[in-house]
């Protein structure tokens, strides 16, 4: 007898709890000039403006977005860097993240060893959706996103310009040398944010100083 | 003394065809004469009987200030600054070269004519008066050196930013030396928890707000043009949100700066306020190179608002929308920004910018705030103007249709030149009291019809200031004539209603016949003064205000 009120009267299905992940670099500000140091060893990065990466601002104000939309219940931002890094978490914060991971590390990390490391934060915190910038403005390197789709066996909707979410599945127009190219899959998947996703928004002093906190 | 040279010039001016060898007669017989022409013009051009030479007022200007001269004793009186038609002693250049570095020193014609050149249709209608040459110093001690090197031989100095002016500030009536900052554009401080930040004069305004993206503060003041803050200070520009977040006026809190005699001066302070001493801030600002070279500006700055958003409405007429916007402001809503566009103006916004606005007069609010303050400020508005034959408020928070539709406004002086293809622009500026402000805006429509120029106005409603970009084909003299004669009626009017000619493009060389007609006799003569006392020997932009 209760099955069948069971039947007549099904109980309402569970509020999607969805999490982001959301990965993001610090780089030189795009706007600084950049310099060869003097001995050629590489970029000069004493003393130059640094801020977060203009395609992993893109990723956030996304992630930020869809929690606005409800579809995204929690953000987690991650970087990987030196302890710097941890004002592009802040960044990351006042821009609407819920909560930041710092993988502390001096000295520069190839693509596959970012892609690894990012693998291990998934495990850990199992998000239905990652995003990452398309690529970073100092190694140009565009192959994070996909090497972990690739480690991850996830699918990848790369070089996105508009994103739909909806029962688990992501519909994603990716700007390709042809055009535009929509593609559909499964979540959880692996987005790389192009320029034209959205404009990112500024970090407001009020949440800057709830992320310092 | 002076009507001998009247005669004399007209007696001159009356043979049939002119020479070279007519000119440098001239020129020994009446140096002074001679330093008003710029190189290639003619001395019909230039003479003193025409009236329009009368009306751009350079003669004027130079002729008051040699009857200012006639009390001092021979021996005291300047020598009169180098003619613009002599060249630059070698021994000058030289010199610059060991300031500044050859390759930061330009005399070739294209680069000096680019820095005589503003946004403004003055050079195509009075010619180009281009500098002897244009220096680019990295630093304020190399402008220091500069403008001994210049005290000392006597050459004039026009400062010069991102030489995006309107009135004709940066025409270099008595040639000289152009210092541009281009070089000096970096921002030496920002202090977060003071709100406040350090920048050198060539900075501009969207490089600086780009670098304080991440602090959670902004710049407000944003004219037309990505200006540099040296010119911003020095013409005491506006923008569109002056209405919440005032002009330069408001927001410089202290300037350094090089004086006619080379020595730097640093004014003001990081202090909120002070009540010590002469306010040479505010005495600077709006100057327009005419009392000192601004090399260092120290700006005040604003929280990014938590939340903004954007609405349009449409009127059935001018005197509505106007009234609408009293309204609000005397309900004390603080708006950050209210913006009138006429139907001409819709017209060719949507022509341009491929929009679909409603071709009616056309008012643009932006609100910032709190979500919730955001929210409230924009009910109280949108019930405000259905009062005032307002219909189809529109709202916007997206940020990209947001800045779609500021775009729109921005390009609007680009969309009215565009209505006649192959015109330039002659910006208007008048800024009246609110209360006057339909009055004005309808007598100068009413005589802008019986003109039969183009000109598609927009204004600032929020401070009584309106701008009608006309649309002019500078080659027809006729037509150049008749938008200097609408601009000047526009000037008188807005000065009879209580306000000024110029609201935010400043004076330059344009506007300064209304000088005295606005401030009167007794100001203008201070004016002088202070200029005097600080620039005795009139290097520092002559032929501007103050000369």
């Known amino acids: ?213 | 003394m002076l009507r001998r040279t009247e005669i004399a010039v007209s007696k001159v001016c009356k043979t049939a065809a002119f020479h070279d060898a007519n000119r440098r007669q001239i020129s020994v017989a009446f140096p002074r004469m001679m330093t008003t022409l710029a190189q290639g013009r003619t001395i019909a051009a230039a003479c003193p009987l025409q009236r329009r030479f009368w009306r751009s007022s350079v003669v004027g200007g130079l002729l008051e200030s040699r009857s200012g001269l006639r009390g001092l004793p021979e021996s005291q009186r300047p020598r009169g600054l180098h003619a613009a038609t002599e060249p630059l002693p070698t021994m000058v250049l030289d010199a610059l070269n060991a300031i500044v570095g050859a390759d930061k020193v330009s005399t070739g014609l294209a680069v000096r004519e680019q820095h005589a050149r503003d946004e403004s249709y003055h050079a195509d209608s009075d010619g180009i008066f281009p500098p002897h040459a244009v220096v680019f110093p990295s630093s304020t001690e190399q402008v220091a050196e500069i403008v001994k090197l210049c005290a000392q031989n006597d050459i004039a100095i026009v400062p010069s930013g991102a030489c995006t002016s309107l009135e004709g500030h940066l025409a270099a009536l008595k040639g000289g030396v152009s210092v541009n900052m281009r070089d000096m554009k970096e921002v030496l401080e920002v202090n977060a928890s003071d709100m406040d930040c350090r920048v050198q004069a060539g900075v501009t305004r969207i490089q600086l707000n780009e670098f304080i993206r991440d602090t959670g503060l902004f710049f407000p003041v944003d004219p037309g043009a990505d200006a540099s803050f040296g010119g911003m200070a020095s013409t005491r520009a506006s923008g569109t949100n002056a209405v919440r977040y005032g002009t330069m006026r408001d927001n410089v809190l202290g300037i350094t700066a090089v004086l006619a005699d080379g020595s730097i001066v640093r004014t003001g302070g990081r202090a909120r306020k002070s009540s010590t001493g002469y306010d040479l801030t505010r005495l600077l600002i709006g100057s327009e190179g005419t009392l000192g070279i601004i090399t260092e500006v120290t700006i005040r700055l604003h929280g990014q608002p938590e939340a903004i958003s954007s609405a349009v409405c449409e009127f059935e007429s001018l005197h509505g929308a106007v009234d609408a916007t009293i309204a609000i402001i005397q309900c004390g809503i603080p708006v950050a920004r209210v913006e009138l566009l006429d139907s001409a103006t819709c017209d060719a916004v949507n022509k341009y910018s491929k929009m679909n606005l409603a071709v009616v007069p056309t008012l643009f609010f932006e609100f910032h705030g709190s979500s919730s303050a955001v929210a409230e400020q924009a009910q109280q508005v949108g019930d405000l103007v259905a009062e005032f034959g307002g219909s189809g408020f529109k709202w916007s928070a997206s940020p990209e249709e947001r800045s779609q539709l500021w775009k729109a406004r921005h390009d609007a002086y680009y969309a009215s030149i565009a209505l006649r293809p192959g015109c330039k622009g002659m910006p208007t500026d008048a800024c009246v009291p609110i209360s006057r402000l339909a009055d004005c805006i309808l007598e100068t429509e009413k005589d802008l019809k019986e003109t039969g120029l183009v000109g598609p106005m927009l204004g600032h409603v929020g401070d009584g200031n309106f701008h009608m970009c006309l649309a002019i084909d500078v080659a027809d003299k006729h037509e150049v004539q008749m938008a200097k004669d609408f601009g000047a009626r526009l000037a008188r009017r807005a000065i009879s209603m209580g306000g000024t000619c110029s609201g935010e493009h400043g004076v330059g060389y344009g506007k300064l016949p209304f000088l005295d007609e606005e401030h009167g006799p007794v100001a203008v003569q201070m004016m002088r003064s202070i200029k005097s006392a600080l620039d005795p020997k009139g290097l520092l932009n002559p032929g501007k205000m103050g000369s």
């Open chain 1, 1 to 213: 007898w209760p099955s069948l009120l069971f039947d007549l009267y099904p109980p309402p299905p569970q509020a999607k709890r969805m999490r982001a992940l959301v990965a993001v670099k610090r780089v030189v500000d795009y706007a600084v000039k950049i310099r060869v140091k003097g001995d050629k060893s590489g970029v000069e990065t004493a003393g130059v403006k640094m801020s977060m990466n203009p395609f992993c601002e893109i990723a956030v104000e996304e992630a930020v977005r869809l929690k606005e939309k409800k579809v995204v219940e929690e953000i987690v931002a991650v970087s990987i860097g030196p302890k710097q890094s941890a004002d592009t978490l802040r960044t990351a914060l006042a821009m609407g993240a819920d909560r930041a991971v710092h993988i502390n590390h001096d000295g520069i990390l190839q693509p596959l060893a970012v892609a690894k490391l990012l693998k291990a934060v998934v495990d850990k915190e199992s998000p239905d959706v990652v995003f990452v910038g398309k690529q970073a403005i100092d190694d140009d390197a565009n192959q994070t996103g996909q090497m972990l789709a690739g480690l991850l066996g996830w699918p990848q909707g790369t070089f996105c310009s508009k994103l739909e979410i909806a029962d688990k599945k992501a519909t994603v127009e990716r700007e390709v040398d042809g055009g535009i190219e929509t593609v559909s899959m499964g979540l959880p998947a692996v987005i790389t944010a192009d320029l034209r996703l959205n404009d990112p928004r500024y970090a407001t002093l009020p949440n800057i100083m709830k992320a310092k906190k």
